[in-house]
T-cell receptor
Framework: QKEVEQNSGPLSVPEGAIASLNCTYSDRGSQSFFWYRQYSGKSPELIMSIYSNGDKEDGRFTAQLNKASQYVSLLIRDSQPSDSATYLCAVHPPSGGSYIPTFGRGTSLIVHP | ETGVTQTPRHLVMGMTNKKSLKCEQHLGHNAMYWYKQSAKKPLELMFVYNFKEQTENNSVPSRFSPECPNSSHLFLHLHTLQPEDSALYLC?????????????FGPGTRLTVL
């Protein structure tokens, strides 16, 4: 049973702070990792992808991957109230196997002014 | 706009009605998915189609019937639903293989069963 674990939150941070969202996964051979943002009542929107160990930066967002620890995180710098949403972690299985991702339950982020 | 469209965006139906949800993707993907998301609950994978063939059916009740006539279109036929089926129904598409196999979601259909 593939599992992707996220703290459901809510995680509350003040505006301008760094928000740190974490995700752990059980399938050691997983290859691709994605972060989606979902506003209330809306569909998930892809914001970051990461495939190799280390950091990947895109604007205010940084994804961090540690395959040895089976851990992927998303950092949001200079958090804004508009970042308030649920963040979903998705983990894709190894190449050659199933192509269907496993989603975590999501972490609710609240950025207060 | 993600390249995945869904209609209708909102649907209210009685338990005896029959309705269909439609999804269309313009991304050239070869896999399409139906998800259900109830209030404050995680995504639940319902069905997966790969090149028009159903590859997953996650123990979904038979009152939900999917149809995939080609790799760009996906339908979800609904009949004799229950109030607990009220939820956001999301369609997604992706490439089946390769490293860039992230999913792109449509805007969803908000379904209310009376």
């Amino acid at each position: 049973q593939k599992e992707v674990e996220q703290n459901s939150g809510p995680l509350s941070v003040p505006e301008g702070a760094i928000a740190s969202l974490n995700c752990t996964y059980s399938d050691r051979g997983s290859q691709s990792f994605f972060w989606y943002r979902q506003y209330s009542g809306k569909s998930p929107e892809l914001i970051m992808s990461i495939y190799s160990n280390g950091d990947k930066e895109d604007g205010r967002f940084t994804a961090q991957l540690n395959k040895a620890s089976q851990y992927v995180s998303l950092l949001i710098r200079d958090s804004q109230p508009s970042d308030s949403a649920t963040y979903l972690c998705a983990v894709h299985p190894p190449s050659g196997g199933s192509y269907i991702p496993t989603f975590g339950r999501g972490t609710s982020l609240i950025v207060h002014p | 706009e993600t390249g995945v469209t869904q209609t209708p965006r909102h649907l209210v139906m009685g338990m005896t009605n029959k309705k269909s949800l439609k999804c269309e993707q313009h991304l050239g993907h070869n896999a399409m998915y139906w998800y259900k998301q109830s209030a404050k609950k995680p995504l639940e994978l319902m069905f997966v189609y790969n090149f028009k063939e159903q590859t997953e059916n996650n123990s979904v009740p038979s009152r939900f019937s999917p149809e995939c006539p080609n790799s760009s279109h996906l339908f979800l036929h609904l009949h004799t639903l229950q109030p607990e089926d009220s939820a956001l129904y999301l369609c997604a598409s992706s490439q089946r293989s390769g490293s860039n196999n992230e999913q792109f979601f449509g805007p969803g259909t908000r379904l209310t069963v009376l």
